[in-house]
């Protein structure tokens, strides 16, 4: 069986890991890493190549571990994984069908958000061990200001790898679709008021959450940054208009959408989105 090799069909690099699960990494999944550095390829294209190289490293490790979280916790449950893609709006690992709680789902959801909250406090514990030992001065904050030395490139790797993995966390924990916390409060909600009424709550707090995003998006483009910030409005306004004909659990796949350039799950049991 082939380790390494390239999907023609979906242009994606394809490596196996240890269990034969495939891991097929799309060639849009370099996209998010140039954006932030969109500016400054223009002006500066030296400094915008290794930005642009060390934060595209920085979001695949995120983004694949957190992946991994959620395919360790599917198999504690006895559940196995077919794939997991990396692609333009983040990741998803899919899963084979197997049965687990309402609550075995939720944890199983939430795995990703912890893992980028531990490597989150893991880079900001070293990024301040390492700016307070080189400096006089006191790191007066962490994540409202640039890095006190910009020009270092292993602090400025540390700071960004605090906050991308931060970003990650609390996008994915937002109650909506197709994030992982729209799969954590639907699991959570479902044995109180029913698997379709708990999918339409999350999908209103989807749609709610939609809207209000563009605050952040339009003054970003305004300043000169491109953002793209889940979660969408068609997968939330679609699950929340449905009618008790069509059961939540077979709609069909909510679109990818995600985070500053990362995603999440889809309302299917048997996917989570990154």
Request: proline content about 8%.
């Amino acid at each position: 069986m082939q380790r390494f090799g390239w999907d023609r069909k979906n242009d994606a690099f394809v490596f196996r890991m240890k269990g034969s699960i495939p891991v097929h990494v799309s060639w849009t999944f370099a996209i998010p890493a140039t954006l932030p550095f969109l500016h400054e390829w223009s002006t500066r294209p030296r400094s915008a190549l290794t930005h642009s190289v060390i934060f595209g490293v920085l979001l695949f490790l995120s983004v694949f571990l957190h992946e991994l979280a959620h395919v360790w916790a599917a198999r504690r449950r006895g559940i196995g994984t077919e794939r997991i893609d990396l692609y333009l709006f983040g990741g998803i690992a899919w899963f084979k069908r197997g049965a687990a709680s309402p609550y075995g789902w939720a944890w199983i959801a939430f795995a990703g958000p912890l893992v980028n909250i531990i490597l989150a406090a893991g880079f900001a514990a070293s990024y301040c061990l390492l700016a307070r030992s080189s400096l006089s001065v006191e790191v007066d904050g962490f994540f409202n200001s640039p890095p006190p030395r910009p020009d270092t490139l292993l602090e400025w790797a540390l700071w960004l790898g605090a906050l991308l993995n931060t970003v990650l966390a609390v996008l994915n924990l937002l109650p909506a679709y197709p994030l992982d916390g729209g799969t954590i409060a639907r699991h959570l909600l479902a044995p109180r008021f029913g698997a379709d009424t708990a999918a339409r709550i999350v999908g209103f707090c989807g749609v709610v959450l939609s809207i209000l995003r563009f605050a952040v998006i339009l003054p970003a483009a305004t300043a000169g940054i491109l953002l793209w910030i889940p979660p969408s409005f068609r997968p939330n306004w679609r699950v929340f208009r449905a009618t008790g004909k069509k059961p939540v659990s077979q709609l069909p796949p909510a679109e990818p959408a995600d985070k500053v350039g990362l995603s999440k799950s889809d309302p299917r049991p048997n996917s989570l989105n990154n």
